[in-house]
């Protein structure tokens, strides 16, 4: 089933990139396997899936630690809400933090990656939609804490992450989209990302993936539609 969903999800991100005139290597499938047993972690491994998301601390943890014999080539992302006093264990885990929105959270990751002698990557999450119960920094505030990690030599400050307000219609999202595509052009120009030709743009989920392709998304976020539905 998860060999059918992926191979399905890998065509539809080939067709929509060549479409829009992008090259379809500039597109990474992450697989978010949030609330999903270990078992469907391995069988995405077996069919060489090798880049996942998870969203929760002690869960990604205890699947991490499970996992990481047998299973070498596996990068993880962040993708959820963190905490400071929980920095030390994801600089530990992870290879990248998607969801990077104060300075605080940033410094207590670089200190922690500093003693692990380790560059951890990370994505400012941006607030596209400025929703009040939403994680992210507004886009206004964006350059200065960009700014401001700078300084911070144990991390590698890849791109932006963003999630817009939820709607059935995908449709919705491109202009969120196409907003947060702007911002890391404007800030790709201004020198604040580590690599100014390889800017990571972390949009679109399962139901608008394609829409955010259009709009130049290098990082996918995709659960439901390759895992079906999490169990509650
Ligand atoms: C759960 C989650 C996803 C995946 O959502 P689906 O709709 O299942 O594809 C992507 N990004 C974040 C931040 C999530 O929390």
Redesign the pocket.
Known sequence: MFNKNLQTILQQIHDTAVNSGRDPKSIRLLA?S?RMPLDNIIEAYSCNQLLF?E?YLQEASDKINAITQNTAKISWHF??HLQSNKAKQAAKLFSMIETVDRFKIAKALNNHASQLDKFLEILIQVNIGREKQKAGILEEDAQQLLEQVQGLSNLRVRGLMA?PPFSADPETSRPYFKKLSQLAEQLAAKGLFADPDKVELSMG???DFKVAIEEGATLI?????LFGSRPK
Not at 221 to 225: E, H
């Open positions: 978010v949030k998301g969203n993708i959820g999630m989920m399962s139901r976020r995709i659960g439901t539609a």
